[in-house]
């Protein structure tokens, strides 16, 4: 374990740390000091020169270490000074210049005349040696980078080069370009950029020149025998890399793409991180922006539990809740194969955030006041739930078991253990419900708003659509029937659904969590609908095959609980702001307690009598936005692209994954 006084140590001591770059800088400072007389003297050297320049020298050098000192400068690693290290030598130039300048002006000509440096002398001292500092670390860089160079290169690491075009001239391209000619082992053979910008044009990045714009890529392609494309944009929209995919797909080139600086810790682009165009690029949206200051005040040296901790939101909660140092994460799953892998990579990833994994029914009673009495968590995040939209069809009571009694107890444990902040991960299917999931977590809201009149923890929901790769959702069914060469199977062509990635969602719920003082229903802004059907298409082209010929794509109809458009809000009623832009509170109206006490007691009737079809009657009655049926008929699908083929047995598969 490493010792915090030992490192303030070593910290104050900088010197230690570095004596070879110190003595370097020692010898600078000494020299341009020791020039920088010379003209005041018209280069005649005489007793004087040598007397006043040894009586002020280690005055001066010492006030120019302490000016770098105060600014940070020896916490820089001279193996990566940029430009933007540049500014904290010149704040320390102008440190010291200015502390030697009220020296020379505010003085005594008697007791501290040898500390009286002519303010020419000043000022070409300060030129020269902190102008010799900046050169100095550049020299290294340059041997660094050398050397690294060498010592990728060899026989065992050569490797044959592909003839690559970076798309995008701006700081992604240039660092990323910048890192492969630094390297030797890597498969980039950098021709060129092109970028949109036509300024650019003509200008060179990094010693490469921009050759062109994307309307010429075709052309610099087949001229520069080009095998692969890099798309080099930060925080590219969806449109434009699937036009640049496009264009690269009509030449054909293979195209790759850099992840954005937001993905990057730090900025630092690896070549390694150069990776093929998933469908997560397509959908372009901003990465999420976090107030990490109201995040710490909600998370840090808190017990936090994750009920469904072992899901494809519960494991990404619980891997964003370590950046924010809780004291004690608690992950409760009752599948023990998916908590034995979250509890894994948490054991090798955040081996420094102190867990401990749980295996327990979020709906067993005595199991869970078990928990919440010898933890005691502090805030909780009810991300457990049953979210399958014809699974909860097919079985209406476990619906009602899971989502809404088990929400019901957890937070009624929650509020009995004096839980501060209690967070249920809702689903925009509860909007207008027309399937048995989205029915069941509407009533789960309602639950919580109840729950938020009768104790002090702050209950809230947090509502939002379709998670991109959650397990059981559309991308990765979609990826394996592209594997294994099957018709790809869609429910209805103008079948949309909003999207959002794992990490962002958990993001904002976080935050939403944060935000809340009891009894919002927040709904996170999901951008635009995307269509089920451009989604297949997309996933079929960047597999490298084409749709219709290469796989099918099969049109199943609209099953049971289906809807062809998701909504985010009730019709009519009003969404307020908070402080932050991707999250709104709904207006929504709340329940008295006894008709929610009313609800409960006729849907444990149902539930106890295994009456389905009463219980899509009371959710019809309770519910007056809800329309929830026994079947809904298959929407007709146009003629042209309904596939007959053998694969129309697959049974069609949209994207429902909310919760796990």
């Known amino acids: 374990m490493n010792n915090p006084n030992a490192n303030q140590q070593t910290e104050r001591f900088w010197f230690l740390r ?7 800088d020692v010898v600078v400072l000494s020299a341009a000091f020791v020039v920088a007389y010379l003209p005041t003297f018209n280069i005649q050297l005489g007793e004087f020169y040598f007397q006043t320049v040894i009586n002020q020298l280690p005055f001066v050098v010492f006030v120019q270490f302490s000016s770098l000192f105060l600014v940070g400068a020896y916490s820089i690693i001279w193996r990566y000074v940029s430009l933007e290290d540049i500014k904290a030598f010149l704040k320390a130039a102008l440190l010291s210049g200015a502390v030697l300048l009220g020296f020379r002006l505010s003085l005594s000509f008697t007791e501290f005349s040898n500390w009286q440096v002519p303010i020419s002398v000043i000022l070409i001292d300060t030129l020269l040696g902190f102008g010799g500092l900046l050169g100095l670390r550049v020299v290294r860089r340059f041997f660094y980078e050398l050397g690294e160079k060498r010592r990728f290169a060899g026989p065992r690491r050569r490797i044959k080069r592909k003839a690559t075009l970076f798309v995008g001239a701006g700081r992604i391209g240039a660092i990323a370009v910048k890192d492969i000619l630094g390297r030797s082992d890597t498969e980039f053979e950098v021709r060129g950029f092109v970028d949109d910008d036509r300024r650019k044009v003509g200008g060179s990045v990094n010693g490469i020149k921009v050759l ?83 995040l710490h005040e909600f998370l840090s040296g808190k017990v936090v539990m994750v009920t469904g901790a072992g899901g494809s939101i519960g494991s990404e909660l619980a891997r964003q809740v370590t950046q924010f140092s809780p004291k004690l994460l608690l992950l409760v799953e009752r599948a023990e194969y998916m908590l034995f892998q979250t509890d894994r990579e ?13 295996i327990a029914d979020v709906g067993d009673e005595p199991r869970m006041r078990e928990i919440f009495a010898e933890y005691g968590p502090e805030v909780v995040f009810h991300a457990a739930a049953h979210k399958h939209v ?96 099957e018709a790809i199977t869609v429910t209805h ?75 985010l809000e009730i019709t009519g009623e009003d969404l307020l702001k908070t402080q932050h832009p991707k999250i709104f509170i709904g207006k929504i109206a709340e329940y008295d307690e006894a008709t929610v006490n009313k609800m409960l007691a006729e849907f444990k009737t149902a539930v ?53």
């Open 608 to 660: 106890e009598d295994r009456d389905p079809d009463s219980i899509r009657s009371l959710f019809n009655a309770f519910l007056p936005e809800a329309t929830i049926t026994e079947n809904i008929a298959k929407a007709p699908v146009p003629a042209e692209k309904k596939a007959l083929s053998a694969g129309s047995a697959v049974g069609g598969l949209e994207t429902q994954s909310t919760t796990d």
């Open 493 to 567: 062509p103008e079948m949309t659904r909003y999207f959002m990635t794992i990490p962002e969602a958990s993001q904002l719920v976080m935050q939403a969590g944060a935000l809340g003082k009891g009894g919002e229903i927040f709904i996170l802004d999901m951008g635009e609908p995307v269509k089920i059907l451009d989604l297949a298409e997309d996933m079929i082209r960047l597999s490298g095959l084409e749709p219709y010929e290469d796989i099918d794509i099969v049109f199943t109809g609209i099953r049971s609980g289906e809807k062809l458009f998701e909504e």
């Open 390 to 485: 014809p699974l909860m069809e097919s079985n209406p009571s476990e619906a009602i078991k899971n989502n809404i009694f088990a929400t019901r107890l957890i937070g009624e444990l929650a509020g009995e253990f004096e839980t501060k902040d209690f967070v249920l991960i809702s689903t925009d299917k509860a909007v207008n419900p027309t399937s048995i999931m989205g029915a069941s977590k509407r009533i789960a809201e309602i639950v919580l708003q109840s729950l938020n009149n009768r104790f002090g923890t702050n209950f809230m929901a947090v509502r939002f659509g379709n998670v991109l790769g959650s397990a059981g959702s559309v991308v990765p069914i979609f990826r394996e029937q592209i594997r294994n060469g």
């Open 18 to 24: 570095r004596p070879m770059q110190v003595m370097a």
């Open 346 to 358: 948490l054991a090798k990833d955040y081996s420094e955030t102190r867990f401990v994994p749980l």
């Open 212 to 294: 062109g714009t994307t309307d010429d890529l075709s052309r610099l392609v087949d001229e520069m025998n080009v095998e692969q494309v890099v798309i080099a944009i930060d925080q590219a929209q969806g449109k434009e890399i699937r036009r640049i995919l496009d264009v690269c797909r009509e030449i054909p080139v293979k195209a790759r793409i850099v992840p954005s600086l937001h993905e990057i810790v730090h900025g630092h682009v690896q070549v390694s991180r150069i990776r093929d165009v998933g469908i997560e690029d397509l959908l372009g949206r901003e990465p999420v922006e976090l107030d990490d200051k109201n």
